[in-house]
């Protein structure tokens, strides 16, 4: 079992800056990628940033250069938003790939960036 749990949520004007993080405890080892969601209100959640063992990092266009995935070690991982826009808003999952069973989501954070 690996346990995820998100801070760093908030609301932000359009154009600034926020800093999630993500806190993973349990089965630690047992993950091989970790990966952001986010999850806008009547839309379906879509994935925004990826970081697997290899620590390379993928992003979808939306957000390509804007936001950066990062990890310090197997239980700390970070999305660094910038230049935000009103439709980064939503509510920001992290998730963690385990090897063996399902996926690990954490509760989330809320985004919300006013125009």
């Known amino acids: 079992q690996v346990q995820l749990v998100e801070s760093g949520g908030g609301l932000v004007q359009a154009g600034g800056s926020l800093r999630l993080s993500c806190a993973a405890s349990?089965?630690?080892?047992?993950?091989?990628?970790m990966a952001w969601y986010r999850q806008a209100p009547g839309k379906r959640r879509e994935w925004v940033a990826r970081i697997p063992r290899d620590d390379s990092t993928n992003y979808p266009d939306s957000v390509k250069g804007r936001f950066t995935i990062s990890r310090d070690n197997a239980k700390n991982l970070f999305l660094q938003m910038s230049s935000l826009k009103p439709e980064d808003t939503g509510v920001y999952y992290c998730n963690a790939g385990v090897v063996g069973t399902i996926d690990s989501w954490g509760q989330g954070t809320q985004v919300t960036v006013s125009s």
């Open positions: 349990g089965n630690i080892g047992s993950i091989y990628t």
